[in-house]
């Protein structure tokens, strides 16, 4: 939540900050290629110093932010949401299903290994199980169906 227009790959306006303090790692600060169409709807927010800024300016708290703001839409859409953690979970595995490469994905997350992001963030789908579970299934059943056939 703590965003600062000066993370993102694009002309920040002459107010924005251009440096943010207390990151967790060096590998958090980094710029992002925001699209265009984002982009604008980033700049309908106001000018200042943050992206997502209280009504004062400040950084949103993100607890507040996830009661205020996200629970309540959430609720009415009918999404059960954890945390915020969800939205990195939703992030890494949708980007693995339209084929972004690994490493651009574990460059979103902010961490250098690219094993971490996937075996923590990225989740299969029914879908994608399916197939795998079909092929033991297959090689199973002929076992089974002879077995039943004896019997």
Same mark, same amino acid.
């Given at each position: 939540?703590?965003?600062?227009?000066?993370?993102?790959?694009?002309?920040?306006?002459?107010?924005?900050? $251009? &440096?943010?303090? @207390?990151?967790?790692? %060096?590998?958090?600060?980094?710029?992002?290629?925001? =699209?265009?169409?984002? /982009?604008?709807?980033?700049?309908? $927010? &106001?000018?200042? @110093?943050?992206?997502? %800024?209280?009504?004062?300016?400040?950084?949103?708290? =993100?607890?507040?932010? /996830?009661?205020?703001?996200?629970?309540?839409?959430?609720?009415?859409?009918?999404?059960?949401?954890?945390?915020?953690?969800?939205?990195?979970?939703?992030?890494?595995?949708?980007?693995?299903?339209?084929?972004?490469?690994?490493?651009?994905?574990?460059?979103?997350?902010?961490?250098?290994?690219?094993?971490?992001?996937?075996?923590?963030?990225?989740?299969?789908?029914?879908?994608?199980?399916?197939?795998?579970?079909?092929?033991?299934?297959?090689?199973?059943?002929?076992?089974?169906?002879?077995?039943?056939?004896?019997?």
């Amino acid at each position: 939540m703590q965003t600062p227009y000066s993370q993102f790959d694009f002309p920040a306006p002459p107010d924005a900050l $251009l &440096g943010i303090d @207390d990151l967790k790692t %060096r590998r958090s600060e980094r710029d992002f290629p925001v =699209p265009l169409v984002l /982009m604008s709807k980033i700049e309908n $927010l &106001g000018a200042g @110093d943050w992206v997502f %800024r209280s009504r004062a300016g400040t950084p949103l708290n =993100p607890g507040n932010a /996830m009661k205020r703001l996200v629970r309540p839409i959430a609720d009415e859409l009918g999404i059960q949401m954890g945390g915020w953690q969800d939205f990195r979970h939703t992030l890494s595995t949708t980007m693995r299903r339209n084929n972004v490469h690994r490493k651009g994905i574990s460059g979103t997350r902010g961490y250098s290994k690219i094993e971490f992001t996937s075996e923590v963030y990225d989740h299969a789908s029914v879908e994608e199980m399916r197939e795998p579970l079909s092929a033991i299934a297959d090689q199973l059943l002929p076992s089974v169906t002879k077995i039943e056939i004896v019997k």
